[in-house]
């Protein structure tokens, strides 16, 4: 069964940071892709930073690109997604999630493909 636990969310202000955190297994940090995911209200789910199994791919949606930096962390089996520069769009609830794949699977962040999820850490954004 694969676990994800996110942490890391809070209130900051417009223009401030917050560095959000998925603790994974061992197996899972070595054996999946790993995406953080956010949904706002009456929107789709949409998959804003993904890494693949080696850590080698990104993957970051234009709406993000510049600053959100998604990192695997093999010391501390964690996740993370760095953002920067948040604006009032970005608060929401974030996800990570975990699908298992070949070490040479391309790297997908559609969410629909991803199996496992976490219990989400909220983000709020306000001055």
């Known amino acids: 069964q694969v676990r994800l636990v996110e942490s890391g969310g809070g209130l900051v202000q417009p223009g401030g940071s917050l560095r959000l955190s998925c603790a994974v297994s061992?197996?899972?940090?070595?054996?999946?892709?790993i995406g953080w995911f956010r949904q706002a209200p009456g929107k789709e789910r949409e998959g804003v930073a993904c890494i693949s199994r080696g850590g080698g791919t990104t993957y970051y949606a234009d709406s993000v690109k510049g600053r959100f930096t998604i990192t695997k962390d093999k010391n501390n089996n964690q996740v993370y997604l760095q953002i920067n520069n948040l604006t009032p769009e970005d608060a929401t609830v974030y996800y990570c999630?975990?699908?298992?794949?070949?070490?040479?699977?391309?790297?997908?962040?559609?969410?629909?493909?991803?199996?496992?999820w976490g219990q989400g850490t909220q983000v709020t954004v306000s001055s």
């Open positions: 061992v197996f899972t940090l070595n054996y999946h892709s």
């Open positions: 999630a975990a699908k298992r794949v070949i070490l040479t699977a391309p790297l997908s962040c559609a969410s629909t493909d991803y199996p496992d």
